[in-house]
């Protein structure tokens, strides 16, 4: 169990804080948990502002295969897979893994591409549609955090339910009260969020037993 940075390709998001702040209120934020075209693909202010394939997970997938040696009939799932891309990219990276994805957005899955078909399923992080132990690697890149704290705890143990023991969370946090008021401007769908500190505390609960990383805002 070790923290491990495999985002670090990722581009660099460029965040209007202040626009953010202004635009958000409780009308905005319950638009955004319904994670359905507005998140996905509408103004900056309910979400992504638009969520297109452009290849930045290519490195990424890459990055996650070297690290876990993950080869030809392996299994991998991404646990808030969204639209899917990562799991076409870790199939395209090393050809012959086996590669699923699960999301609560139906929006997400029905905008995913058309080769994912019978790959991605509708559900919960919290109660996964998986057999124990059926996956050799499990993913959750920003996701579990959108729980509040005792679905994240049972997310974690359904995340060690099906893993076969090698899986890689990251999540919501920050380092200074600076960095936490600037990520509770920011932040639109998390319910659980916390110091690392807080975090250790829940991955202990559930019995978390893989890798982490944070996702901090400054």
């Known amino acids: 169990m070790a923290r491990i940075d495999l985002l670090r390709s990722l581009p660099k998001t460029t965040r209007n804080i202040n ?5 958000k209120d409780p009308a905005v934020v319950a638009v955004a948990k319904q994670y ?4 996905w693909d509408g103004p900056r202010e309910y979400g992504y502002g638009g969520y297109q394939y452009d290849g930045r997970w290519r490195p990424v997938a890459r990055d996650i295969i070297g690290y876990y040696q993950l080869g ?11 639209k899917g891309f990562l ?4 199939m395209r990276e090393q050809p012959g893994l086996e590669a699923y994805g699960l ?5 997400a899955l029905m905008s995913a591409p058309k ?19 059926s996956f050799d690697c499990v993913l959750s890149l920003n996701t579990i955090h959108n729980l509040p704290r005792a679905g994240v705890v049972r997310a974690l143990m359904e995340i060690e339910r099906v893993s076969l023991g090698c899986s890689f969370v990251v999540v919501d ?9 600037i990520f509770e401007s920011w932040v639109l769908t998390a319910e659980y969020h916390d110091y690392p500190e807080g975090w250790f505390k829940v991955f202990k609960e559930a019995g978390y037993s893989g890798d982490w990383d944070w996702t901090i805002i400054n």
């Open 115 to 133: 080769t994912l078909s019978g790959r991605l399923h509708l559900g919960s992080a919290e109660i996964l549609p998986f057999p124990d132990n």
């Open 103 to 107: 999301d609560i957005s139906r929006y």
């Open 87 to 90: 799991v076409e990219d870790l």
């Open 36 to 39: 359905g075209e507005m998140y």
């Open 173 to 181: 946090s920050y380092l200074t009260p600076q960095q936490r008021e």
């Open 19 to 23: 626009k953010r702040k202004d635009a």
């Open 72 to 82: 030809a009939g392996m299994r991998v799932l991404d646990i808030g897979c969204g």
